[in-house]
């Protein structure tokens, strides 16, 4: 049987688009407290929040102090806006899920966040960097 690949680009009703980010940003302080049920809830919560937006999130690694993410996107979502949505829904649901990261932090991430646009090429180098992750 052939496998069948996803179509490349994305349309609407004015525009052809591949759209993707690389995004990575941290717990406030750095602190490693993105492991064990927190994770795993974390990323349910990326997921979800990402679908109410339309965003398709391509690849997800989640380290102790750190998140990486490449997401698909359509040309109206900036990447202030996306990153804004998931560090401001995850903190919310996070913190009032998990008491001891109010205790921990005085808010669950930095304001600062990384940004960069992923071209066709560079793709499979990006989601290859996220996947290898785990390993270092």
Request: charged share 30%; aromatic share 10%; with cysteine.
């Amino acid at each position: 049987m052939k496998e069948v690949k996803p179509k490349r680009w994305k349309t609407s009703s004015t525009s052809v688009y591949n759209i993707g980010y690389h995004l990575i940003w941290c717990p406030k302080f750095r602190r490693k407290v993105l492991s064990g049920h927190i994770e795993v809830r974390l990323r349910e919560l990326l997921m979800e929040k990402a679908g109410e937006l339309g965003l398709r999130i391509e690849k997800m690694e989640v380290m102790p102090e750190y998140v990486h993410l490449l997401v698909k996107a359509s040309p109206a979502d900036a990447p202030q806006f996306i990153v804004a949505q998931l560090k401001g829904y995850t903190s919310f649901k996070l913190r009032s899920e998990f008491p001891e990261l109010k205790s921990k932090l005085p808010t669950l991430w930095t304001r600062s966040f990384y940004v960069e646009s992923v071209g066709h090429l560079s793709e499979a180098t990006v989601k290859k960097y996220i996947e290898d992750q785990k390993r270092q």
